[in-house]
């Protein structure tokens, strides 16, 4: 399995400590952290199974595996996309992102 993270350099502690944990759970995956300018490029050059990013999926819409979008504000929701299907997941005040969404549009649609 190929495990793309990607984030901006403003937290790219953030994406270090994602990516360690990936590690130390899948040891077998490959793991590649990058920075949100190089998303598109490496996308097409990783080839990835799955996606984490603060940032949502405008590089392929519905075309990766599975892309989860994490929020970088706890009272943001984040998104979860499988196959052009999103569903949102609740922040820490309850709020969901919209679900079921298939129109491969890019962000969140909260309600």
Same mark, same amino acid.
């Not at 399995?1 to 994406?15: K, N, T």
């Not at 190089?38 to 990783?46: C, P, S």
């Given at each position: 399995? &190929?495990?793309?993270?990607?984030? =901006?350099?403003?937290?790219? %502690?953030?994406? *270090? ?7 130390? *759970?899948r040891? %077998? %995956? =490959?793991?590649?952290? +990058? *920075?949100? &300018? *190089?998303?598109?490029? =490496? +996308? =097409?050059?990783? !080839? ?7 940032? /949502?999926?405008?590089? !392929? ?12 504000? /706890?009272?943001?929701p ?10 949102? %997941?609740?922040?820490?005040?309850g ?17």
């Open positions: 399995m &190929r495990v793309l993270v990607v984030y =901006e350099d403003s937290h790219r %502690a953030y994406g *270090q400590a994602l990516e360690g944990a990936i590690r130390g *759970q040891p %077998a %995956a =490959e793991v590649s952290l +990058v *920075q949100a &300018r *190089q998303l598109a490029g =490496e +996308v =097409e050059r990783f !080839d990835p199974h799955l996606v984490v990013s603060s940032l /949502p999926n405008t590089v !392929d819409p519905g075309g990766r595996a599975a892309w989860v979008t994490l929020s970088e504000d /706890p009272d943001e984040s998104e979860v996309c499988v196959a052009g299907r999103r569903r949102g %997941a609740k922040s820490r005040h709020r969901a992102a919209g679900r079921h969404r298939r129109d491969g549009g890019a962000g969140t649609n909260r309600r």
